[in-house]
């Protein structure tokens, strides 16, 4: 197993030492190669225009690319035949946040950058980018996109731990509505926490005609019960009904794009516009030959792209066909008489340094029938909708952090800031047990190494031991571990071991992954040890021996309730 160093934008190279040491987990890059400005190409420039024209990336020479071995520089292009150089970077966080989501309903929400769903992505088909997330909440969480992508950049594992940061590198394929999302168990709970986001791939050799471009990320909430079937609102882009008061708006013959992501977690969307028919292409995919339609179910997990025309002018409405459309799922299309519309140089979505551009004129208000030409090229409404959302959701980012030597009497912020964590800690236990068990992806993805990878990248550098601990302490977890209602999830719950013993973990919890993670689930990881991921098959074990003395407490990231701890004397 290769690791590929990432240098952007400077010459800066980043060891094993340097990951252990600063918390930082680089990704395997398989068939996908990163290095400092390998190609001559700009990491910082965007090839993507946003407005319907598509820039592909030209493929970098081989010889071009250093193949050395010096120092700690491990670049191992040798073996591939085909590499592709990231040409920006985008910066993802997830922060805890209060939001709006209807009028008067303000909640938690766990995001990315701050809002419901995050900022959509746009990418240009087999465009190469490095997505650098950064995970500031007080639990685990990573980011799975959909699309094709090896193993380590799938987002499943490894779990990236509070105030650690990880790589990810995609290439955008297949061209269509695809989406990202938090893959942490429970992944239902993540998801309709707020824990989404579009990502959109235009496609390289497919001309797609002149429209206006909007993008339609469905989700959930729940006041109560998270892990219902049934939500309380049915959002479009996190706020509920808000394109009833700040209608979609298009002139009068031209074509309208609508890119309908369902991330939902229960039942499916029935997206219908009222007064039209239109074009649907299945799944989302640009490659899929479209169908006509009145309403296009989309599946949870799944999309469609809506290319749609009226016959008559008016103000028609759009929504989820049943239970959605009475609960937030509800909006309205001004088409503007007059005959063609304005366009825009405003691109939508994240731009190279991962922030999201200012909206210009590329507003509803420019957009009416002051224009009598038809469209010559696609505008992007996807900075308005985001500047939109933003400003009905209000969000306000929660600070976890306690600084030493903070001025003034800050007791009620750091009791506060205990209290928020006490909640999102607690709302990540509920249901954990049943969702864990019906996710089968959390399974399905364990590669077949024996997770040398895994720990690595979580600051292991002993191996997994398997067998009889003859020099030490053993300690099982016990099957059942992932439900809270377990009265014991390590066995024995509290060690005592002498200087300089070794005590081997051993899950047996069946097809249940767990850690043994020094710290506590109110503060956090410790960094003294950490097991990483330990399958359920009784072979996973986890080794360390103590060399101080003390009392160290551990626990399960996966299921903060799992608590326990080894004296040392």
């Not at 934008?9 to 990951?19: C, G, P, R």
């Not at 797609?208 to 939500?231: H, I, R, T």
């Not at 002051?370 to 090229?377: A, D, E, I, R, Y």
């Amino acid at each position: 197993m290769v690791f590929v160093l990432l240098s952007i934008n400077t010459s800066l190279s980043i060891t094993i030492t340097d990951i252990i040491k600063n918390n930082i987990a680089i990704a395997q890059l398989t068939n996908q190669t990163t290095t400092s400005n390998a190609a001559g190409f700009d990491s910082e420039k965007n090839t993507t225009t946003n407005e319907g024209k598509n820039s592909s990336l030209p493929s970098p020479s081989l010889s071009s690319i250093p193949n050395t071995t010096t120092g700690e520089e491990n670049y191992a292009l040798s073996s591939y035949k085909e590499a592709f150089v990231p040409n920006r970077q985008i910066t993802l966080v997830t922060e805890d946040a209060e939001i709006d989501i209807a009028p008067g309903k303000r909640v938690k929400a766990w995001t990315f950058n701050g809002t419901v769903p995050g900022p959509t992505i746009r990418l240009a088909e087999n465009e190469n980018v490095t997505i650098k997330y950064i995970n500031k909440s007080p639990i685990l969480h990573t980011i799975h996109f959909h699309g094709n992508h090896d193993d380590l950049n799938d987002g499943v594992f490894p779990q990236v731990m509070p105030n650690q940061t990880y790589l990810y590198n995609i290439t955008g394929e297949p061209a269509g509505a695809l989406m990202y999302h938090c893959h942490a168990p429970p992944t239902s709970l993540h998801i309709r926490m707020g824990m989404y986001g579009a990502l959109i791939v235009d496609p390289k050799d497919k001309p797609l005609p002149p429209a206006k471009e909007f993008v339609m990320v469905m989700g959930e909430y729940s006041l109560k019960d998270q892990l219902g079937l049934e939500a309380d609102y049915y959002i479009i882009n996190g706020y509920a009904d808000q394109y009833m008061h700040n209608p979609l708006q298009i002139n009068h013959g031209d074509l309208m794009r609508l890119y309908v992501i369902n991330l939902g977690t229960s039942i499916p969307v029935s997206f219908h516009l009222h007064s039209t028919t239109f074009f649907a292409y299945p799944s989302g995919l640009w490659n899929n030959d479209p169908i006509y339609a009145q309403t296009v179910s989309v599946a949870p997990g799944d999309a469609s792209i809506i290319e749609a025309k009226w016959k008559y002018p008016g103000t028609f409405l759009f929504h989820s066909h049943g239970l959605q459309e009475e609960r937030g799922n509800m909006g309205q299309i001004n088409i503007v008489n007059g005959g063609g519309g304005s366009e825009s140089k405003t691109a939508g979505g994240v731009n190279a340094d991962g922030e999201n551009s200012t909206v210009s004129s590329n507003s509803q208000t420019t957009n009416g029938s002051s224009s009598h030409l038809p469209l010559t090229k696609s505008v992007s409404m996807f900075d308005w909708q985001y500047e939109l959302q933003k400003k009905l959701q209000k969000p306000q980012i929660i600070n976890y952090s306690q600084g030493d030597g903070a001025e003034g009497n800050n007791t009620t912020d750091k009791e506060r800031n205990n209290n928020e964590t006490s909640e999102t800690k607690h709302i990540q236990k509920q249901g954990e047990s049943l969702s864990l068990s019906a996710d089968k992806n959390l399974l399905t993805n364990i590669t077949d190494t024996n997770n040398t990878d895994v720990t690595l990248m979580n600051n292991v550098v002993n191996q997994q031991g398997k067998g009889e601990n003859k020099n030490g302490e053993s300690i099982s977890i016990v099957p059942g571990s992932s439900s809270p209602n377990n009265k014991i999830f390590y066995e024995p719950t509290d060690t005592e071991v002498k200087l300089g013993t070794e005590v081997t973990w051993i899950n047996n919890d069946k097809n249940m992954p767990h850690t043994v993670t020094s710290g506590s689930s109110d503060t956090g990881p410790s960094g003294v040890f950490d097991s990483g991921i330990m399958t359920g098959d009784g072979s996973s074990s986890f080794k360390h021996t103590f060399d101080k003395k003390g009392e160290f407490q551990y626990y399960c990231t996966l299921h903060p309730w799992m608590v326990a701890k080894v004296t040392v004397t």
